[in-house]
């Protein structure tokens, strides 16, 4: 199903997954709005898919407050007459441990990644409920919000709380007929090149050699056009009964995240007190405590790098 006729805005789209996805979503035949801080950012965004023959115009605006909200929606629909899609995956990193962050480490990501996509959301919510011709939402994750990750305290809030909004929207909005879901990538960017385990697949990405297939396949780690093609899929009429999902991508892999369910349930007439706990929380809930953070498998002997002398 083509997106032919349909309007998307995406956020933090100048660069990186941002912009393939603006790239994707205009290649299968949406009217895409750019957005960046940066406006020479932003322009040659713009301009990389204006001359694959798609069309796009760009808003140059931080993401967060309510106007650029605004502006972003009130600009698909004065340059192309209405607002189908929406993506937002705006952010920035402040990584430090929790007693050296900072209020400002602490709000600056706050602002960006949570307070930004509820103004967004809000804003295009309103817009594609009135004009009652439903629309498609979504919403940016990560695996930090998922299970956590040392030195990002700020940001593994941010993308925990944008799940838990993403289910509350998909209860609110389906009326509507508004689907409204959740992409987990795993891919080169930015942040994964500083991290010397996937030396390897970045470097294989940045030279424009497929990655081993150890990082595609075992542990789903990929490219931005990897993520993209989900990214275009929700936002088609063909994935109108999927929302208020959390959909993770990579690689060659594709995953449905379970929703927070309780894995042990116990009953003690009377309630769990002090001394019930002290008694039975080890045998009756230990084995089911859960993992925090990623683990990953060794890397193959070919694609170890020698440590620094």
């Given at each position: 199903m ?32 750019v ?11 713009v ?36 607002l ?58 990560s ?16 993308k ?15 009326r ?116 925090v ?17």
């Amino acid at each position: 199903m083509s997106l032919e006729g349909k309007v998307a805005v995406v956020t933090g789209s100048g660069r990186g997954l941002g912009l393939a996805y603006a790239q994707e979503l205009a290649r299968q035949g949406a009217s895409v709005v750019v957005n960046d801080v940066d406006a020479d950012t932003a322009a040659a965004a713009v301009a990389t898919i204006v001359d694959a023959g798609g069309r796009a115009v760009s808003v140059v605006a931080p993401v967060g407050p309510t106007a650029t909200a605004d502006l972003l929606v009130s600009t698909a629909v004065e340059a192309f007459g209405r607002l189908d899609i929406l993506v937002t995956n705006a952010g920035v990193l402040r990584d430090t441990v929790l007693w050296k962050m900072s209020d400002d480490d602490f709000d600056t990501v706050i602002n960006v990644h949570l307070r930004g996509t509820f103004t967004t959301v809000r804003a295009a919510a309103v817009h594609m409920r009135e004009a009652g011709e439903g629309g498609r939402i979504i919403c940016i994750g990560s695996p930090t919000g998922q299970r956590g990750n040392f030195g990002q305290t700020n940001y593994a809030a941010a993308k925990a709380g944008i799940v838990g909004m993403v289910r509350t929207w998909a209860l609110e909005l389906k009326r509507a007929g508004i689907t409204t879901n959740a992409v987990i990538p795993v891919a080169a960017t930015a942040m994964t090149a500083t991290v010397p385990y996937f030396a390897a697949a970045v470097e294989a990405d940045t030279a424009g050699r497929p990655m081993p297939d150890f990082f595609r396949h075992d542990l789903g780690f990929g490219t931005a056009d990897d993520v993209a093609g989900l990214i275009a899929y929700l936002g088609s009429d063909a994935a109108s009964d999927v929302t208020g999902q959390a959909l993770g991508v990579g690689g060659d892999r594709l995953q449905v995240w379970s929703h927070p369910e309780a894995v042990v349930t116990a009953y003690r007439t009377g309630g769990w007190t002090y001394d019930a706990l002290q008694e039975s929380f080890a045998s009756e809930f230990g084995s089911a405590l859960q993992t925090v953070g990623e683990s990953f498998p060794p890397l193959p002997e070919e694609l170890q790098r020698p440590a620094a002398s």
